[in-house]
Every structure is written in C-alpha cells, then in structure tokens.
C-alpha cells in the first residue's frame, strides 16, 4: 500500500472506527465506516463487530482507492477527498462530483460518467484549479448532505457528523 493511501485510510479514521447499528443508518450495521454489504462483497464472512482494522484497510485500499483509479490522481488532496467521498456517499457519486467540479472550473469538460478514466485522470491531473477543485468537492459533498436530509428527515441527527466531512 502506498503512502497516499495511508495518507488516506488515516483521514477515514478520524471520522470512522467503532461498531455502529444504528437503526435509521442506510449504511446498516458498520465497522471503520466498512457497510456489511461491501464486507459481504469483499469476501468477509464474519460478525461485522469482529471486522478487524487490518481487514477494513484491505477492503478500503481495493474497493476504495485501487479500484477507482485515485491513486492515480497526482495531487494528493484531490485524491483524499475524492477516497473519502466514495466511502461515505459512495463511488460512483464522489467521483461524479470530481468531474462536474472540474467542469465548474474549465472550459474542456469531460463527461460525468462516475467513471476515473483517461479523459478524468487527464483533466484533474493537469487542472490549474486544485483548490478550487477541492471546494467544490466539499460543496457538493455538502450539498448530498442537505439533500438526504431534506428527503428524509430522520437523517438529520447524522449531519453535524457529516457536515465535519466537508471541512477543507
């Protein structure tokens, strides 16, 4: 594993870590922030409060930053947030957000397929507007936020926790 995923796994900790059960989590029952369903789809088997800090690791490294091409991505905050994204709303929409970002800043805009490829890879990588890129991720992440909440509104009590995701 590389130093950018360390980098990263590190900033996940900070927001995930113990069992959690919670009744009216879409995520169900959960452990660093690891669903049961992609434990599941990850080969792990057992109780999810026995899912070890090694195993989620190897989960998130796979799933979460080999698998979606963010190691791929040269500026290392970019990528963080991109990883961090995809673990709490989900890869597809992270990495939908990194592309309509970037088109919010550029004139070349690529297409948002929720997909980490060439034309992606290209842009972000060569974008003359990283900060600004990193603004707008947390904007939209912000944004995913109050739209779930205004849907529903029993996941209200999870968004001062979320809304910590969303700091720069």
């Not at 974008?127 to 849907?151: D, P, V």
């Amino acid at each position: 594993m590389d130093k950018n995923f360390e980098k990263a796994f590190q900033k996940i900790l900070q927001f995930e870590g113990k069992y959690s059960d919670d009744k009216d989590d879409r995520g169900g029952k959960t452990k660093y922030g690891i669903s049961e369903t992609i434990a599941r789809e990850s080969g792990y088997q057992g109780e999810m409060k026995d899912l070890t800090l090694d195993q989620a690791k190897g989960i998130y490294y796979q799933n979460y930053w080999v698998n979606l091409n963010y190691h791929k991505i040269k500026a290392i905050d970019i990528a963080i947030e991109c990883f961090e994204q995809a673990v709490h709303i989900g890869p597809k929409r992270a990495t939908s957000n990194l592309q309509l970002a970037y088109n919010l800043l550029t004139e070349q805009e690529i297409e948002v397929d929720g997909i980490v490829g060439s034309n992606t890879l290209k842009g972000v990588n060569n974008s003359a507007y990283g900060f600004e890129l990193l603004q707008l991720l947390n904007i939209l992440q912000g944004e995913r936020y109050i739209s779930i909440c205004k849907a529903d509104k029993s996941q209200k009590k999870f968004i001062r926790g979320w809304l910590k995701r969303t700091l720069l």
